[in-house]
């Protein structure tokens, strides 16, 4: 049973520009949540998808967007990048009965 | 913020039971109790999560106070591969609800 699956692993940008992670959830599941986590901080929440809609957001601009499709996968773009946007991304994937989240190995975006 | 306390940092022997310990004291009645943990640069892992019963599973054990303000997550026989960053987490279970993640504690399991 596959689990959760990110690409791609590693990735280098430059300020200014817009980039695409991707997000294939736990077989069976149908939520995904995205996250961002700094260099030496907890994962921060960034929105989640279900039925092919954000549910819910946390405290991020709108220059975070997503996407969930009908296959339950889901992505995540951000636009007009900054050195600040330098972190791990992470995607986690739940379904009822257990609402427990289960994470993927995340991308780690470079922001130059 | 963060609904829970717990200590920066740990150390423990190799083959003893690691004990980590989570402050929660405004935890409300609906709020499970959750504990991921995360090895270095990967993702987080779920370990286990109870409501106010102690539970148990193969990777380790959740011991909860009766008045719910704190908890225990106990690794019976720690391994180097158990040193990792440990977070307890409180939540609700319900659809659209996130995790919200403290800083952790830093286990080190020593030889």
């Given at each position: 049973d596959a689990g959760v699956t990110q690409s791609p692993t590693h990735l280098i940008k430059t300020r200014g520009q817009q980039v695409t992670l991707r997000c294939s959830p736990k077989s069976g599941h149908d939520t995904v949540s995205w996250y961002q986590q700094a260099l030496g901080q907890g994962p921060q929440f960034i929105f989640q998808y279900y039925e092919e809609e954000e549910r819910q957001r946390g405290n991020?601009?709108?220059?975070f967007s997503g996407h969930q499709f009908p296959n339950y996968s889901s992505e995540l773009n951000v636009n007009a990048?900054?050195?600040?946007?330098s972190a791990l991304y992470l995607c986690a994937s739940s379904s009822p009965p257990g609402y427990e989240q289960y994470f993927g190995p995340g991308t780690r975006l470079t922001v130059t | 913020d963060a609904k829970t306390t717990q200590p920066p940092s740990m150390d423990c022997a190799e083959g003893r039971a690691a004990n980590l310990p989570c402050n929660?004291?405004?935890?409300?009645?609906n709020e499970y109790v959750y504990w991921y943990r995360q090895i270095h640069s990967q993702g987080p892992q779920y370990i286990i999560h109870g409501l106010k019963n102690n539970e148990t599973n193969e990777m380790a054990s959740l011991i909860i106070t009766e008045d719910r303000k704190s908890s225990t997550l106990i690794l019976p026989h720690a391994t180097l591969r158990d040193t990792a960053v440990y977070y307890c987490i409180v939540r609700v279970d319900n659809y659209g609800q996130n995790f919200v993640f403290g800083p952790g504690t830093r286990l080190s399991v020593l030889p």
């Open positions: 991020f601009p709108d220059r990048l900054l050195l600040g946007d | 929660h004291s405004t935890i409300s009645g």
